[in-house]
């Protein structure tokens, strides 16, 4: 299978440790993926480097059917190459309706720099009913988004990412301080995203990668320790002994 990210012996080094450490892994144009491990492995820091946030000390990470490499580009021009990420805190704008967030999103998508003049078109305006379906907002479009749960808000992100069609999307743990329907709904909305584009989960929670149901990458100290399904990764002695049995 061709690959759409590929991420070839990254290390990074800040202030003496090691944080990656010849990193390598790819992920495929459709496919949702997993990333476990216990705190400081590198997952942030991996997600980091894709994006442009910390340039890697070595390695490359090769992109899309032209393999180009992402390091040396900066984080403005790799959103434009189509990945989006999703931090842990949602950041939509509270005093905007949830339709008013999407239209935004989309005409950042469309590179309307105008403000004043960009007017949403009858497609606009179906895309946005289309997105706040797939997240589940559909009943909400005139609510203002300050007053949406907790969740509410992670899904309109989520919608917000999706509207600029990523080719590949990063979600940093999705389901940190969710309700347990809330979570489920949000493994909805990831599986459903991941048909279309590529999704990269950092997770701690393993119920919530369970439901998942996908390929899972284990890091430590900045390296792969373990990758397949969940019950493969899980029944790996080295995984229980640095992550699980703790
Ligand atoms: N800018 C930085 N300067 C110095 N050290 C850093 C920096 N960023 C990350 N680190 C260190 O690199 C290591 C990897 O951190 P990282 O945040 O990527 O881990 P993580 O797997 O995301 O952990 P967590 O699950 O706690 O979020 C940690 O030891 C962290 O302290």
């Known amino acids: 299978m061709s690959q759409l990210l590929e991420v070839n012996g990254i290390s990074v080094t800040f202030d003496g440790f090691r944080a990656i450490n010849n990193l390598s892994f790819n992920i495929g144009p459709a496919e949702l993926r997993a990333i476990i491990g216990p705190n400081g492995a590198g997952k942030t820091t991996f997600m980091d480097i894709v994006t442009g946030k910390t340039k890697p000390d070595e390695g490359k990470v090769l992109w899309g059917d032209m393999s180009r490499n992402l390091v040396g580009m900066n984080e403005a021009r790799i959103a434009q190459e189509g990945i989006g990420r999703k931090f842990q805190k949602p950041t939509v704008f509270e005093d905007q309706s949830v339709e008013e967030n999407l239209l935004m999103a989309l005409r950042n998508a469309r590179g309307a720099f105008s403000v004043l003049f960009w007017r949403p078109t009858d497609a606009d305006m179906t895309r946005v009913r289309e997105l706040a379906a797939e997240i589940g907002l559909a009943n ?74 996908c390929k899972v990458t284990v890091l430590h100290e900045g390296s792969v320790l373990a990758e397949g399904s969940l019950d493969h990764v899980t029944a790996n002695q080295q995984v229980i002994d640095v992550y699980l049995g703790r």
């Open 140 to 213: 909400e479009l005139s609510r203002k988004s300050g007053e949406l749960s907790h969740g509410q808000k992670q899904w309109l992100e989520i919608g917000m990412l999706l509207a600029q069609e990523p080719k590949l999307l990063l979600v940093d743990e999705p389901a940190a301080g969710m309700t347990p329907e809330e979570r489920e709904h949000t493994t909805d909305i990831l599986v459903e995203a991941a048909k279309t584009r590529a999704v990269v989960v950092v997770e701690h929670d393993m119920e919530f990668v369970r439901r998942l149901n």
